[in-house]
C-alpha cells in the first residue's frame, strides 16, 4: 500500500475583464508514504494550527506559507497499489 499526498490549491479567477468569476481548483502530487504514521508526521509540522477559513475571494488556507506545502490550501490523501516516482517517505 502507498499513500499519495496532494496538494490542492483553489483560487478565484476572472476570464476577461467584465467577466464573471469561477473557482478553479488544481491538484499536485507532493510526495508518497508507506504508513499513515508517516504521512501524519510529514503533515503536522507544516499545518497551522487555526486554519484560515475562506472567505470572500480568498480562499482558506491549512499551512505554512514558508513551508514546502504553503503553496496550497488544502491537502488530499489517496490510497493506492503502485509507486510512483516522487519523494517517497521525506522528513
Do not use: W
Not at 501524519?40 to 484560515?52: E, S, V
Not at 472567505?55 to 488530499?76: A, I, L, Q, T, V
Request: overall charge negative; glycine content about 8%.
Amino acid at each position: 500500500m502507498v499513500l499519495e499526498l496532494y496538494g490542492v490549491t483553489r483560487s478565484i479567477e476572472q476570464k476577461y475583464i467584465g467577466g464573471s468569476f469561477e473557482a478553479v481548483e488544481s491538484r499536485e502530487l507532493v510526495a508518497t508514504f508507506s504508513s499513515r504514521k508517516n504521512l501524519d508526521a510529514f503533515l503536522k509540522p507544516r499545518l497551522l494550527k487555526r486554519p484560515i477559513p475562506e472567505g470572500g475571494f480568498e480562499p482558506g488556507r491549512k499551512f505554512h506559507r514558508n513551508s514546502d506545502m504553503g503553496f496550497c490550501n488544502d491537502y488530499e490523501v489517496e490510497e493506492i497499489d503502485e509507486k510512483v516516482e516522487v519523494p517517497h517517505d521525506p522528513e
